[in-house]
């Protein structure tokens, strides 16, 4: 069953200071604040922020039961088992607006042969993302 609103699959990252990669999240790919839930301190202890109708959750990096199955790209030489995909509707000038705020370019803004363009990128804290106009909900099904 599908979700009434939005996706169904939701990415979660941790952060170490996750404050701070919502500003960059949200100055640099165009996330918008859908619900940020902070402790006493001021630490993030869940955000999510929304892309059109898609969404990441985020928090910061905890050692609990659940945070001690995950790792930081640099604790495992910057590599990933995973990266959000996000469709944008102009991916040149979303790669252009991600490379200005400082974005780690991984892989360049190209012309895709099926169709679309992509690129993939690091922000500040070394997770990977990949952001397309390639919208595989629009492709022919195989």
Partial sequence: ????????????????????????????FGFERHAVHRDEHGGVQHAQLSYGAGMVMLGEVR???????????????????????????????????????????????EEKPYGGAGYSCRDPEGHLWWFGSYDPWQSPQA
Avoid at 11 to 26: G, K, Q
Avoid at 65 to 73: E, K, N, S, T, Y
Avoid at 79 to 98: G, I, K, M, P
Wanted: proline residues 4%.
């Fill in 63 to 109: 050692d609990n039961d659940f945070g001690r199955h995950i790792v930081q790209p640099d604790q495992v030489g910057g590599r990933e088992t995973q990266c959000a995909c996000v469709t944008v509707t102009d991916c040149r000038a979303h790669y252009e607006r991600a490379r200005a705020a400082g974005a780690d370019i991984v892989d360049d803004y």
């Fill in 1 to 28: 069953m599908s979700p009434i609103h939005g996706s169904a699959i939701i990415p979660c990252l941790r952060y170490r200071d996750a404050n701070a990669a919502i500003d960059w999240l949200c100055r640099a």
